[in-house]
Each structure stands twice: as structure tokens, then as C-alpha cells.
């Protein structure tokens, strides 16, 4: 059994920042392990995109 945690909500060190008034925790289980699942399809979507890692807070946004 795998679990993956993660954060959202505080951009930085500022805990309080009055801005960013809510942190929130997501969790997901799963019974494979998904970074293995996972790592072919992210290696190809790197090489497409040109970059070494995939990160949330750089991938922008527009609305477009």
C-alpha cells in the first residue's frame, strides 16, 4: 500500500501571510507504486516539454 501526501495553498516561509490564508493537505492511496507506474509517461512528458522535473508552481497558467 502506497500513499502520496502533498500541500497546497503557502507559496513560501510566510506561514501568515494574510493573502494565503488557507493550507490545505491532499492524500492518495493506491495499491501499485506510482512513481513506477508513472515514470515513462512523466520521462516522455519532460523530453516534450524540455525541462528535468515537473513542479506545480512552474507551470502557469492563463486564462485564455
Known amino acids: 500500500m502506497y500513499f502520496y501526501v502533498d500541500e497546497s495553498g503557502n507559496t513560501g ?6 493573502n494565503q490564508p488557507t493550507l490545505y493537505y491532499g492524500v492518495l492511496r493506491s ?4 512513481d513506477v507506474v508513472a515514470a515513462p509517461f512523466l520521462a516522455e512528458l519532460r523530453r516534450e516539454l524540455g525541462v528535468d522535473r515537473i513542479h506545480a508552481n512552474e507551470l502557469g497558467w492563463s486564462a485564455a
Open 13 to 18: 516561509l510566510e506561514l501568515f501571510d494574510p
Open 31 to 34: 495499491h501499485k507504486n506510482l
